[in-house]
């Protein structure tokens, strides 16, 4: 039980985060119906129609429509699947993040010192999200019964709880995946690596639609599961098979889990790499790249860049693997706090604004190098197809992605100062805000100086319009301010505080 309770601290403010995230998408995807569809049957079914006219675009990796014309089917397709995605994120992190993230700041090595077994501690760590993810799940169901009732429509609780069973043993499977595969690589990829099967198996499934070929395969993935039951929509249907099948995942995957993490040694993956052996040595290193601010830091993400580089050039997945990168750099800057890599810095001597300074600077190279990666990749792809860009504007909207991702790390920066354990949960949320600022605040007609704040909507779009010179501005300026309050803050901070 303490075990149980200690995982559930660790991850409080993830749990809070993520409960809230999901309570707000539902809410607002039901109030944007309203909005557009209205209340008229004659509404509903001209907005269905126009849905029915775009989606067949995305078929590709998105699942064909149903009932969009009632409320429960928009939301189903609009909303949940949307939320299977952020539970998928959720698990990932929060998986990785107990497994290696919490070793490697000597949480798991204290647990285990006072005599803990290591398949307890696994188990605790999976009991605690089996707690977390029906929580934001029953947020997502509340948010929906009240806007529903709000508008005036009816709720069939039952396709409602057949549909939040679904997702909990949905978010289990994902979290039991992830937390297996980070037994087997080594800490550093750990996230990467538990991303990268999670987005595999998504790809399966979704691209076993287009191309038979795959439907081979789309048995080992959660989200084919999840997409043979639709209960919420009038005449759905709910799979009893499919929600063993999660739970079995989960059951098999988490086992697995447990038995790996028997097996290796802390600090060290389950899969060893065979590696050239080199007498162990405590002098500085002689890399004269470790003395030269920015490069440094690129230098010690050099593995990284080149993965993010090389993964958003083949998706082309630009906004999201781009936040994604960020996240990625906050979760570091607040790692540094708390393990101690930062008041080793700080020793050097280095100012606390040198080090938030060298912080921007290192991100937006790498976001630079990524972006110039992946304009590469579309003038040569679009090159090919007889498709004649205008070299100039992708020139502007790559470099565009800089601003643009400054505006988040500079949040992030700022959250790593004031707060280094929320830090990552935090930024997450505000990129999520952001993003629906763009897809829901004109529907709902929010102030237009509150849909200036969204990233996603100051970008525009560059290759198109070309460059917005007041929302390159503003994008600037709100890195500025972020920054500046990093500053601020890191100084008048003790660390480790």
């Not at 101690?340 to 190098?369: C, F, K, W, Y």
């Not at 970008?459 to 007041?470: K, S």
Request: glycine share 8%; net charge positive.
């Amino acid at each position: 039980m303490t075990s149980l309770l200690f995982a559930l601290r660790l991850g409080l403010w993830g749990i809070v985060g993520w409960t809230a995230l999901a309570f707000v998408l539902i809410f607002l995807r039901v109030e944007s119906y309203y909005a557009v569809a209205g209340h008229t049957a004659a509404g509903r079914a001209a907005f269905a129609a126009s849905l029915r006219a775009v989606t067949p675009q995305f078929t590709l990796l998105l699942p064909d429509l149903m009932r969009p014309e009632t409320l429960a089917g928009y939301v189903e397709y609009g909303g949940f699947l949307s939320l299977s995605i952020l539970f998928a994120v959720w698990a990932m992190t929060s998986a990785t993040g107990a497994a290696r993230g919490d070793e490697e700041r000597g949480v798991v090595e204290a647990a285990l010192s006072t005599g803990l077994a290591r398949p307890a501690l696994v188990i605790a760590r999976m009991a605690s999200f089996a707690i977390a993810i029906p929580a934001a799940t029953s947020a997502a169901a509340i948010a929906y019964v009240l806007a529903a009732s709000i508008g005036g429509d009816a709720v069939d609780i039952r396709s409602l709880i057949e549909e939040a069973l679904l997702f909990i043993a949905f978010g289990l499977s994902c979290y039991a995946l992830s937390f297996l595969v980070a037994q087997v690589v080594a800490a550093r990829f750990a996230t990467a690596a538990a991303g990268s099967v999670l987005l595999g198996l998504f790809l399966v499934n979704s691209l076993s639609r287009t191309y038979p070929a795959l439907s081979g395969w789309r048995w080992l993935s959660p989200f084919r599961y999840l997409d043979l039951s639709r209960p919420l929509p009038p005449g759905g249907t709910f799979d009893v098979n499919a929600l063993v099948a999660m739970l079995g995942i989960t059951l098999v995957a988490g086992s697995a889990a447990a038995a790996a993490f028997a097996q290796r040694d802390l600090w060290s993956p389950l899969v060893r790499i065979p590696m050239p052996r080199r007498a162990a040595s405590y002098d500085a290193s002689r890399n004269p790249l470790w003395g030269i601010p920015v490069v440094r830091g690129l230098w010690e993400r050099r593995v990284g860049l080149l993965a993010w580089s090389a993964g958003l050039a083949g998706l082309a997945a630009i906004y999201v693997s781009l936040t994604k990168t960020i996240v990625t750099h906050v979760a570091r800057w607040a790692a540094e706090d708390t393990d101690g890599r930062l008041e080793l810095i700080l020793s050097q001597p280095h100012s606390r604004v040198a080090v938030v300074a060298e912080r921007m600077l290192v991100l937006a190279v790498s976001v630079l190098v990524i972006a110039a990666v992946s304009g590469e990749v579309v003038f040569y792809a679009a090159h090919r197809q007889d498709i004649h860009l205008n070299g100039s504007r992708l020139a502007a909207a790559t470099l565009m992605l800089v601003p643009f991702a400054l505006v988040f790390a500079s949040a992030g920066s700022l959250l790593a100062a004031w707060k280094p354990r929320a830090a990552v949960g935090l930024v997450g949320a505000i990129a999520f805000a952001s993003y629906m600022d763009v897809e829901v605040g004109a529907l709902l007609k929010l102030p237009l100086w509150v849909q200036d704040l969204s990233a996603f909507k100051l970008i525009g779009r560059p290759l198109v319009d070309g460059v917005d010179g007041r929302n390159l501005a503003i994008m600037l300026l709100l890195a500025a301010v972020g920054i500046g309050s990093s500053i601020l803050a890191l100084q008048r901070r003790d660390l480790g505080s």
